[in-house]
């Protein structure tokens, strides 16, 4: 499965974006979708996962409350509608995909990866 992620961009503290994750290739409704961040000088780090069907999700601690994780499998697309962000959360966003049997917050059991989409956000 190739992934796209898309919308990313410039917002001062307290604003919203929202990022696509578009799916090409194998069934989309196969793969558990994760949202990984990687900002300057920072490991990468996991933000949020959906499970096949959209209806388990897990997010980071740092993001809860403020972060949405979907999926809509017609249009082969993960959403992540960031509300209230801070400029902590500057960073580049990846989507990855999982084949795994079960919906994990680690990156490494990720198989593929999309080319990222960068967030700053302004204080």
């Known amino acids: 499965v190739q992934l796209q992620a898309s919308g990313g961009g410039l917002v001062q503290a307290g604003g919203s974006l929202r990022l696509s994750c578009a799916a090409s290739?194998?069934?989309?409704?196969?793969?558990?979708i994760g949202w990984f961040r990687q900002g300057p000088g920072k490991e990468r780090e996991f933000v949020a996962a959906?499970?096949?069907?959209?209806?388990?999700?897990y997010y980071a601690d740092s993001v809860k409350g403020r972060f949405t994780i979907s999926r809509d499998n017609f249009k082969n697309t993960v959403y992540l509608q960031m509300n209230s962000l801070k400029p902590e959360d500057t960073a580049v966003y990846f989507c990855?995909?999982?084949?795994?049997?079960?919906?994990?917050?680690?990156?490494?059991?990720?198989?593929?990866w999309g080319q990222g989409t960068l967030v700053t956000v302004s204080s």
């Open positions: 990855a995909a999982d084949l795994s049997a079960v919906l994990t917050r680690v990156w490494g059991r990720y198989d593929y």
């Open positions: 290739g194998r069934t989309f409704s196969n793969y558990h």
């Open positions: 959906i499970n096949r069907s959209g209806g388990n999700t």
